[in-house]
């Protein structure tokens, strides 16, 4: 087939569908052309092969690669809008036009419950009947009702009883008008900044470190609430979904790195300290099994909380934290080998002794005397594992310091 120098590297539209049958993709020429009008795959140009001969389509350079990671998401979601998002949330660059209307569309759609919500708070502040009726069934339903697993696992941490405190509260940020936890103590057990704390795990981000280590949360919550209200509960979130490509590329970006460090420190955490260690099981729940509509709305959250330099700061400050947290997390699954291959060491490393030492200094340098010992006692053994993991390099020169 004819190429010229314009169209070099181009893929035509025969040859994709060639190629779709090579991999056993379903893929007929309507139903590419589908792919492209839905702006899954990028449209097409028309060339002209010469008189008498027609035309024939050429879809740029990477459409054969793009047509497999299309037909890999297919296998999760099946309507064109739902492949559009996670395709882009996934793997970023411009925004397709099924992506900027949903951004648009759940933007409108928080506007306008924030507007009934602060319609009815401000009725029920008032004594309003029908406002107070309206939101005691909401404080009846986060209480007894089936919740989302986000809310149940804070509703889990303050028991049903006084979960309408925390409702109340979350209430009074999305709507900008969270004031503070007002006269109340927060060391008192049942003030409404006691139970918010306990119903998000800040009580334990406040308690728990490791060992020579401070709590990684030694802040006021309350003042956090406020900054949240006036940037979430004061402004706008539907000209953020207008913003350009790649500055929501770029926030998309910064989210998904966020949520990878909390996930995986959750998950390492729970494994090792169990699920409330820390306050990260709480957090990480808000993120984990997030619908598409769910991502939408936190990637325009992100956006406005940017606006607030002590909350990016902060942010930015824990997603810096993600290479330490990958290697920590890929260093356990190490031990785990170490543990298997060279079974001498299954019972010095278990899990809660490696727990024991994170928490306390005395247990630390005990299990680090006992590595040694093992290290030089089973020495052959450990260097063949060694050779095969150099991010054992920390583990190996305690041994050899022995």
């Given at each position: 087939?004819?190429?010229?120098?314009?169209?070099?590297?181009?893929?035509?539209?025969?040859?994709?569908?060639?190629?779709?049958?090579?991999?056993?993709?379903?893929?007929?020429?309507?139903?590419?052309?589908?792919?492209?009008?839905?702006?899954?795959?990028?449209?097409?140009?028309?060339?002209?092969?010469?008189?008498?001969?027609?035309?024939?389509?050429?879809?740029?350079?990477?459409?054969?690669?793009?047509?497999?990671?299309?037909?890999?998401?297919?296998?999760?979601?099946?309507?064109?809008?739902?492949?559009?998002?996670?395709?882009?949330?996934?793997?970023?660059?411009?925004?397709?036009?099924?992506?900027?209307?949903?951004?648009?569309?759940?933007?409108?759609?928080?506007?306008?419950?924030?507007?009934?919500?602060?319609?009815?708070?401000?009725?029920?502040?008032?004594?309003?009947?029908?406002?107070?009726?309206?939101?005691?069934e909401t404080y009846r339903s986060a209480e007894q009702d089936r919740a989302p697993s986000n809310l149940g696992r804070m509703r889990r941490n303050v028991g049903p009883s006084r979960f309408a405190t925390v409702v109340r509260v979350f209430a009074e940020v999305a709507t900008g008008r969270f004031c503070g936890y007002l006269d109340e103590n927060v060391e008192d057990d049942h003030s409404r900044g006691a139970v918010t704390e306990r119903a998000l795990g800040v009580d334990r981000a406040r308690a728990d470190h490791f060992a020579d280590g401070e709590p990684w949360f030694e802040g006021s919550s309350e003042i956090d609430l406020m900054r949240l209200s006036d940037a979430l509960g004061k402004r706008a979130?539907?000209?953020?979904?207008?913003?350009?490509?790649?500055?929501?590329?770029?926030?998309?970006?910064?989210?998904?790195?966020?949520?990878?460090?909390?996930?995986?420190?959750a998950s390492l955490f729970e494994r090792l300290f169990g699920p409330a260690a820390f306050g990260f099981g709480t957090v990480a729940s808000v993120f984990r099994s997030q619908p598409a509509q769910g991502q939408a709305l936190l990637?325009?959250?992100?956006?406005?909380?940017?606006?607030?330099?002590?909350?990016?700061?902060?942010?930015e400050a824990l997603i810096a934290e993600l290479p330490a947290v990958i290697a920590s997390s890929e260093m356990f699954e190490v031990i785990n080998d170490l543990r298997e291959q060279v079974p001498a060491f299954a019972a010095v490393m278990n899990e809660e002794r490696l727990a024991a030492a994170l928490l306390d200094g005395a247990q630390r340098d005990a299990l680090i005397a006992e590595i040694s010992q093992l290290?030089?006692?089973?020495?052959?053994?450990?260097?063949?594992?060694?050779?095969?993991?150099?991010?054992?390099?920390?583990?190996?020169a305690i041994i050899e310091a022995a």
């Open positions: 087939m004819r190429r010229d120098g314009a169209f070099e590297g181009w893929e035509a539209g025969q040859d994709l569908l060639d190629f779709a049958r090579a991999h056993d993709l379903p893929l007929s020429a309507p139903q590419l052309s589908r792919l492209h009008r839905a702006d899954l795959i990028a449209k097409p140009r028309v060339r002209h092969l010469g008189r008498g001969r027609g035309t024939e389509s050429l879809y740029p350079p990477g459409t054969k690669d793009r047509l497999l990671r299309v037909q890999e998401v297919r296998r999760l979601d099946h309507r064109f809008d739902d492949i559009a998002w996670r395709l882009w949330w996934e793997d970023g660059g411009p925004l397709p036009v099924r992506v900027r209307k949903r951004l648009i569309a759940v933007s409108e759609q928080w506007e306008r419950e924030r507007r009934e919500l602060a319609d009815v708070l401000a009725r029920e502040d008032s004594a309003d009947p029908d406002a107070i009726a309206a939101m005691d979130l539907t000209p953020l979904a207008t913003a350009a490509d790649t500055d929501l590329d770029r926030v998309r970006s910064e989210l998904r790195s966020l949520w990878r460090v909390i996930e995986t420190a990637l325009l959250m992100w956006l406005a909380l940017r606006g607030d330099a002590d909350l990016r700061d902060g942010m290290g030089q006692a089973h020495a052959s053994e450990f260097e063949r594992f060694a050779t095969r993991h150099p991010e054992l390099d920390e583990l190996t």
